[in-house]
Antibody
Framework: EVQLQESGPGLVKPSQSLSLTCSVTGYSITSNYWGWIRKFPGNKMEWMGYISYSGSTSYNPSLKSRISITRDTSKNQFFLQLNSVTTEDTATYYC??????????WGQGVMVTVSS | DIQLTQSPSSMSASLGDRVSLTCQSSQGIGNYLSWYQHKPGKPPKPMIYYATNLADGVPSRFSGSRSGSDYSLTISSLESEDTAIYYCLQYDEYPLTFGSGTKLEIK
């Protein structure tokens, strides 16, 4: 069974970087696309970007140059880095496998608060 | 970016009611639309993909339909476990975009 699990700090200071890890079991990240999605307080959801089976990436233009998604295929993990965070980046962050039908398997989510 | 407009933003219905949620796309996306059910503390769960196809393990009381740029998620007979926020998602083009969600509660 495909399982994803996010991990990382729950509190980040403004202007610093947010770094999260998604650990995948039951499926290789060298297949498919692997994305990050976040849900804000107030329930808005935003697709942030993906890293593909080949290591190519695609990002939401709304995040401009602040975002980076990388991977470690030896550990079957992929990573999110979001720079220069503000309080508006406070959200629950999910990693997900992206299929032709959209994101199908999701992690449980990790809540990240940006606060001094 | 493609905008998805969901309506209503919230609703309350009784057990056994037939409920329909709507999602309208700002441009053509064909059938590249999914519906997700989101409950507190859990990840979003795929319910419908390709506008009308039931995802694995989803009860048959759920169905999806399309009329032009309008998409609907229908629950034929509401059950208590259906309380959740429902989102539509378009995956016709990147960036993927979500609707703003419909919060469904039981009266």
């Amino acid at each position: 069974e495909v399982q994803l699990q996010e991990s990382g700090p729950g509190l980040v200071k403004p202007s610093q970087s947010l770094s999260l890890t998604c650990s995948v079991t039951g499926y290789s990240i060298t297949s498919n696309y692997w994305g990050w999605i976040r849900k804000f307080p107030g329930n808005k959801m935003e697709w942030m970007g993906y890293i593909s089976y080949s290591g190519s990436t695609s990002y939401n233009p709304s995040l401009k140059s602040r975002i980076s998604i990388t991977r470690d295929t030896s550990k079957n993990q992929f990573f999110l880095q979001l720079n220069s965070v503000t309080t508006e980046d406070t959200a629950t962050y999910y990693c997900a496998r992206e299929e032709d039908s959209g994101p199908d398997y999701w992690g449980q989510g990790v809540m990240v608060t940006v606060s001094s | 970016d493609i905008q998805l407009t969901q309506s209503p933003s919230s609703m309350s219905a009784s057990l056994g009611d037939r409920v329909s949620l709507t999602c309208q796309s700002s441009q053509g996306i064909g059938n590249y639309l999914s519906w997700y059910q989101h409950k507190p503390g859990k990840p979003p769960k795929p319910m419908i993909y390709y506008a009308t196809n039931l995802a694995d393990g989803v009860p048959s009381r759920f169905s999806g339909s399309r009329s032009g740029s309008d998409y609907s998620l229908t629950i034929s007979s509401l059950e208590s476990e259906d309380t959740a926020i429902y989102y539509c998602l378009q995956y016709d083009e990147y960036p993927l975009t979500f609707g703003s969600g419909t919060k469904l509660e039981i009266k």
